[in-house]
């Protein structure tokens, strides 16, 4: 038998030009290098495998809506509700019916690069979207559920087609242009709130960065508005940034 380098086969397997023709001869070659490359492309198959079946059962609500009738299905999800300073965030996102993408989950679970990543894909494969930023000052008027609700509101409008069914995060919602249904954890169970809580997230630690070029003492790129004890530290040692939530009570507590 001809055995090829294992050199050469490391570049097919960095070129992707692997077969199962050629797995199941490697299988049989006793170098030790062969069998590296071959348990990683095993371990690697055995991750697309796993994230394929994910990715199926986050479509399962989408799919028992398109069985019902609908055409146009949206997520919504939002970032920012707990943090002490910035805004709170929502999106709304209409995917289409054969999007794809694979990893795709709640964006805490993934990295900041991968997330950065899906913002764009979704983005730019979206049939629609719309992003709605709502101020500390406008949470320190009505509340942070009010103004996650306004958030969410105004996100929905956004949208173009206007949805045939919305699926929400946890939260409730009346007075909606069509049906509707809050899923708890929905962001781990739906690939539409899934791609809602990238453009959300994404968009808001956006915007906290910029904040954070004003205020860099508060580490805002860091934490993004969390109350981590460095925030806290120098939430006692500057007082309060024109960003921070004077209705929550460290920043209330740090302004007296």
Partial sequence: MNRKSIALLKQLFAANQINEELIAELRLDERKGVQQLVERYD??????????????????????????????????DEAGRGPLAGPVVAAAVILPRDFTLLGLNDSKQLNEATRNQFFDIIKKQAVSYGISVISNQKIDEINIFEATKLAMYEAVNQ??????????????????????????????????????????????????????????????????????????????????????????????????
Avoid: W
């Fill in 43 to 76: 371990r690697q198959k055995q991750k697309d495998q796993d994230l394929e079946k994910k990715f199926a059962e986050m479509c399962l609500y989408e799919n028992r809506i398109y069985d019902n009738g609908c055409t146009y299905i949206a997520g919504m």
């Fill in 159 to 256: 949208l173009d087609p206007i949805p045939d069914h919305i699926l929400i995060d946890a939260v409730r919602l009346a007075d909606l242009p069509c049906s509707s249904e809050a899923i708890v954890k929905g962001d781990q169970k739906s690939i539409s709130i899934a791609a809602a809580s990238i453009l959300a997230k994404v968009t808001r630690d956006q915007i906290m960065k910029k904040i954070h070029t004003e205020f860099p003492y508060y580490d805002f790129a860091s934490n993004m508005g969390y109350g981590t004890k460095h925030h806290l530290d120098m939430l006692l040692q500057y007082g309060i940034s024109p960003y921070h939530r004077k209705s929550y009570a460290p920043v209330s507590n740090a302004a007296k």
